[in-house]
């Protein structure tokens, strides 16, 4: 595993995986929100959002975190293994408000400077509504292309705990 997509809803523990599988596997990380976000929570265009994620997915080796569903395909298709984390949206959404109250007037490690952690009605609707609006899709994309990629789905933390504990031991073989 040389180029590692990590998706799921907001809260499902994306980043804080990336980091850990980066530290196990010595592979640099790309936390997607840092790029897409500029201050003040103001989007990338697309067109100049397109050119990075080109210029990402083409390198060599990386650790990438983030959903943004318009460039998912790229992602996925250069991709050697997606990890969906598929996790209940409680869960999901118990650490999104963990993370408000963490990093309250300030961003967060893999963010952008200038976007302090926020938390509105509308991204907890997006987090609760996560499965029936983006997830399906997801497992249906995963479908297709697990007889080409390593396809790992991940619906609990104890079986996320389990993943890394693998990873670990097969790296100190």
Known sequence: MNRILVIGS?????STLSQKLSNILNLPVI?????????NWVPKPNDEWDQMIDKFTNQDQWIMDGNYSRTMNTRMERADAIIFLDMPRLLC????????????????PDMNEGCNEKLDWEFVKWVWNYKKRSGMNVLKKLEHIQRDKQVIILNTRKQVDE????????RSL
Do not use: Q, V
């Open 10 to 14: 907001g809260g499902s523990g994306k």
């Open 31 to 39: 936390h997607l929100d840092a790029y897409f976000w500029n201050p």
């Open 163 to 170: 993943f890394i504990s693998r990873i670990e031991s097969n």
């Open 93 to 108: 959404c118990y650490r999104i408000i963990k993370r408000r109250f963490m990093y309250h007037n300030k961003s967060r």
